[in-house]
């Protein structure tokens, strides 16, 4: 039986988190094995405990947390990672990330992996389309990044526009086309 691949779920603090779930389920469905990191600011939104009671894992959400084992975590949660899935993704995680700044544990994750890096923008529409934001992204994708989304649909700020997380179906497929 071949072994299940290592899905690294990086969680922000975006209103979509809540749909982080429904992705975390869905690849679990699909037979992955799912670790999830938080961002110090996407606690405030979701408490760790929901991610891990999902997972069966525990959530990783501190990058001076004393570990379990004695590891490195930013380097081994990188280098177990067959996918880093950054969703959802907000304009700060994917500047930090396109300036290498690594001041997380998620950001250091993702500077010390060689696996694939898919990450799903959630925003608002101001945000997502800012030139900056847009070269960031640009920058990413030029370096081997991944992206899927946004959406148009009903943002936070109650207006409708392109900024909402893609559907958990289509980032999961996208997933699955990577690691397969």
Not at 16 to 44: H, Q, S, W
Request: glycine residues 6%; charged residues 20%.
């Amino acid at each position: 039986m071949p072994e299940k691949k290592n899905v690294i779920l990086g969680v922000t603090a975006s209103i979509a988190i809540y749909k982080a779930c429904d992705v975390l389920r869905r690849l679990k469905n699909e037979g992955f094995a799912v670790g999830v990191i938080m961002t110090p600011e996407a606690e405030k939104f979701i408490q760790p405990l929901l991610f891990q009671s999902l997972s069966g894992n525990k959530v990783y959400h501190g990058l001076f947390q004393e570990p379990q084992d004695w590891e490195i975590e930013h380097v081994s949660l990188a280098e177990k990672a067959d996918l880093v899935l950054i969703a959802p993704a907000t304009a700060n995680i994917i500047a930090k990330i396109a300036a290498g700044i690594c001041d997380d544990l998620l950001t250091c994750v993702c500077s010390a992996t060689k696996a694939p890096i898919l990450i799903s923008p959630a925003m608002n529409e101001n945000m997502y389309q800012n030139r900056i934001t847009q070269e960031n992204i640009r920058k990413l994708k030029s370096a081997g990044f991944r992206f899927v989304g946004p959406i148009k649909g009903r943002l936070a700020c109650g207006k409708v526009g392109l900024g909402c997380l893609a559907e958990a179906e289509t980032i999961v497929n996208e997933a699955k086309k990577i690691l397969r």
